[in-house]
């Protein structure tokens, strides 16, 4: 069963691997695009170049992974805190929702330079590029998740004596959570890319910061190498917190 | 005796759209009031207005000498016509909602809860899912659960109607000794003229929208013997007949 649901993307995957091992090793890719061997990596020589250098990628992957989940973190404490405002208040969401949609209309790659400047080289301004991205999907999620309340339901709470807190925790709460957690899922995808913008905007470590002067120095192998190692940490994440979802939402 | 439940000239709006208008009736303490009509004839919006749960337009509305929607809504234990069990809690967690609610642990409505299971033939449910019990089992813990509550009136809409007839005829000689046991006084919701004719003291029918008080008709409640027996004897059959031509006088039927 378990070999079923994963050998399909597997075989996928593996084929794509092959016939890019295929068209690099051979050469045929790089003088197709009329460039040096060296700028067009195989699969195997990534793979070599990610096992020879592991120690500086797994260090700059850590200063990026603490980024990213700080970030991640920040976000769903602020992206909760606003839905719950919102659906507590008509006039608040009213007031304050069109806000909400206009921070996403802020190009990230405008904002980054100028957090760099406003807090530094530190974590401060990657982990606020990071929330901003994605407290967006989290608070729309979370709302729409809060949304879904079955209006009889709370009658019935509140026929049997239910306080307003006392329907928020046992009925409003565990009607969102799936939807806190599709929020959660999609901001976890985001968070990388998030990370990755604000180390270009400035750093002296993490991954971005490594793929930027790999980039400057034609390391395209070890760049390469990064960005498969930042495509396992958002997959991990997307993971981990789809595994969750089926421990806490078990009614589903 | 002091009317537990009383309606006096009692009107109710959405809007421009009048559903109920001129309702009076009272309730004694204990007494069983059903209610029959068309279907949007109000009954369920009648219902909801006695618990508290929605102000009538016009007239007096009072549950035990409450006349507020706050007095009125501790007075009523409210049952929807969907079981809205929610489906993150066990059968039992649901059953014992209210008192959750009221402020007790859960190791005591846990327990206030669990004396009713193996009464109401749900032994061995305690921890199961909503979704694991059948639509038989559901209703009796929605009913539990209002039943746990410990209000004086229980307000039940529709308590039998997402059954099929068979498991419904079982489940009414199972609701008749529950509601006489619990001593609440009980306003119950029906489209089934035979159900409400059957379990309460007295019917009222519901002309269709907006809804009037036609007629109020003596139930079959204090009568002795099987469910069978019951609803075939001969002055049962002319209540129903007598039910079923004034539903029909006042338009669809049913």
Redesign the interface.
């Known amino acids: 069963m378990k070999l079923r649901l994963w050998l399909p993307p597997l075989l996928v995957v593996l084929a794509l691997l092959g016939l890019w091992q295929l068209a690099a090793s051979n050469g045929f890719l790089a003088d197709s695009l009329g460039l040096e061997e060296f700028l067009v990596p195989s699969p195997s020589g990534i793979a070599e170049v990610l096992w020879q250098d592991r120690d500086l990628i797994l260090e700059n992957a850590g200063t990026t992974l603490v980024e990213i989940v700080a970030g991640f973190c920040l976000a769903l404490v602020i992206g909760l805190t606003v839905a719950v405002l919102f659906r507590s208040s008509d006039l608040v969401r009213r007031a304050g929702y069109p806000l909400v949609v206009a921070s996403q209309t802020i190009p990230v790659i405008v904002i980054a330079p100028v957090l760099v400047v406003w807090f530094g080289y530190g974590i401060w301004p990657k982990l606020l590029i990071i929330s901003l991205i994605c407290f967006f999907p989290i608070v729309v999620n979370t709302l729409d998740g809060l949304r879904r309340t ?1 209006p ?2 709370v ?9 307003r807190f ?1 329907i928020f925790r ?2 409003e709460v ?1 009607t969102a959570l799936p939807g806190v957690f599709t929020g959660a899922r999609i901001a976890a995808a985001v968070a990388v890319i998030g990370a990755v913008f604000g180390e270009w905007a400035g750093a002296d470590s993490g991954l971005g910061f490594l793929i930027l002067q790999d980039n400057a120095q034609l390391e395209t192998a070890r760049m390469f190498a990064s960005v498969f190692v930042l495509s396992v940490i958002a997959i991990a994440l997307y993971a981990l917190i789809g595994l969750l979802e089926r421990v806490v939402v ?3 | 005796m002091t009317a537990t439940v009383s309606a006096r000239d009692l009107t109710h709006s959405y809007g421009s759209l009048k559903t109920l208008a001129e309702i009076d009736f009272e309730v004694s303490p204990g007494e069983i009031f059903g209610i029959v009509g068309p279907s949007g004839c109000g009954k369920s919006t009648l219902l909801e207005l006695v618990g508290g749960l929605g102000s009538p337009t016009a007239g007096r509305l009072s549950v035990a000498g409450q006349s507020g929607n706050a007095g009125r809504l501790a007075g009523c234990a409210w049952m929807p016509q969907r079981d809205c069990l929610l489906p993150w809690y066990s059968a039992l967690d649901n059953a014992g909602l209210a008192l959750v609610n009221q402020g007790r642990s859960r190791r005591e409505a846990r327990l206030a809860a669990a004396e009713r299971f193996a009464h109401f033939g749900l032994q061995g449910f305690e921890s199961a899912r909503p979704e694991e019990l059948s639509g038989g089992m559901r209703q009796r813990v929605a009913f539990i659960r209002t039943l746990v509550s410990g209000k004086p009136v229980l307000l039940l809409d529709e308590p039998l109607a997402a059954l099929d007839a068979i498991t419904r005829a079982d489940l009414q000689e199972w609701l008749a000794p529950a509601l006489a046991g619990s001593g609440a006084t009980v306003l119950l919701v029906s489209h089934d003229v035979e159900e409400a004719l059957y379990l309460a003291d007295r019917v009222a029918v519901l002309s269709p929208r907006p809804g009037r008080i036609v007629a109020t008709v003596e139930g079959a409640r204090g009568e002795t013997g099987p469910r069978d027996q019951v609803v075939s004897s001969t002055s049962f059959n002319q209540r129903r007949q007598e039910l079923l031509a004034l539903l029909a006088a006042r338009g669809e039927n049913k």
């Open positions: 079955d009889e339901a009658r019935m709470m509140r026929s049997l004596d239910a306080s006392g046992r009925v565990p078990r009614w589903r």
